[in-house]
């Protein structure tokens, strides 16, 4: 176990549902992650948190929308998806608050989602 | 800007033979780098990383690597290799030049090991 948890492990939606994806860490980390995995392509940088505060957003749609309420926990909420948003959502998270130093990234098990 | 570029989508090898599975880098400043393996249904498990000193850093389940400025590559090895280490590899790198740079990932090798 990574010390990351995300739920649910699988979600298959329809393009006018309204999901959230969760994750948790257990490590105390300062800095937060959303990562979209698709086949054959480089891992995605989605969102970043530090210290609950938003640090990134790599021109992600609107119809993703991340929460951070506290420094363990952190939602992505999904509204009127697509069929190419279908992907494994994987949430990592950093000691460093700044979340953009060389420390290591622990990952958790991720969020397949399916759009039909 | 600051990119990576794994070659080979799959990388096949026998039991007991060594492996080898490549990566490239194009950073501004001094990189910074990192190997990361993901198992069947999980996320991605930190390996190795190399900020400076010795050019080959060792790692976790006997996996070392070996950085080239020259060459600009990171490239990942191990002497021995096991049916265990069958997975999804991916390297990583950030721009050690600029603190608000980001990790970058490639696009992740498989590596497939049979008995």
């Known amino acids: 176990e990574t010390g990351v948890t995300q739920t649910p492990r699988h979600l298959v939606m329809g393009m006018t549902n309204k999901k959230s994806l969760k994750c948790e860490q257990h490590l105390g980390h300062n800095a937060m992650y959303w990562y979209k995995q698709s086949a054959k392509k480089p891992l995605e940088l989605m969102f970043v948190y530090s210290l609950e505060e938003r640090v990134e957003n790599n021109s992600v749609p609107s119809r993703f929308s991340p929460e951070c309420p506290n420094s363990s926990h952190l939602f992505l909420h999904l509204h009127t998806l697509q069929p190419e948003d279908s992907a494994l959502y994987l949430c990592?998270?950093?000691?460093?608050?700044?979340?953009?130093?060389?420390?290591?990234?622990?990952f958790g098990s991720g969020t397949q989602l399916s759009v039909l | 800007a600051q990119s990576v570029a794994q070659p080979e989508d799959q990388v096949n090898v026998a039991e007991g033979n060594p492996l080898t599975v490549k990566c490239t880098y194009s950073v501004s400043g001094n990189p910074y780098l990192f190997w990361y393996v993901q198992y069947p249904n999980r996320g991605l498990q930190f390996l190795l990383k190399?900020?400076?000193?010795?050019?080959l850093v060792k790692g976790s389940y006997g996996f070392e690597a070996e950085f080239n400025k020259s060459q600009t590559s990171f490239h990942l090895k191990k002497p021995s290799a096991l049916v265990s280490d069958s997975a999804l590899y991916f390297c990583?790198?950030?721009?050690?030049?600029?603190?608000?740079?980001?990790?970058?990932f490639g696009s992740g090798t498989r590596l497939s090991i049979r008995p």
């Open positions: 990583a790198v950030r721009d050690g030049y600029s603190s608000a740079s980001k990790i970058i």
């Open positions: 990592a998270s950093s000691q460093d608050p700044r979340g953009t130093t060389n420390e290591k990234l622990f």
């Open positions: 190399y900020i400076t000193g010795d050019n």
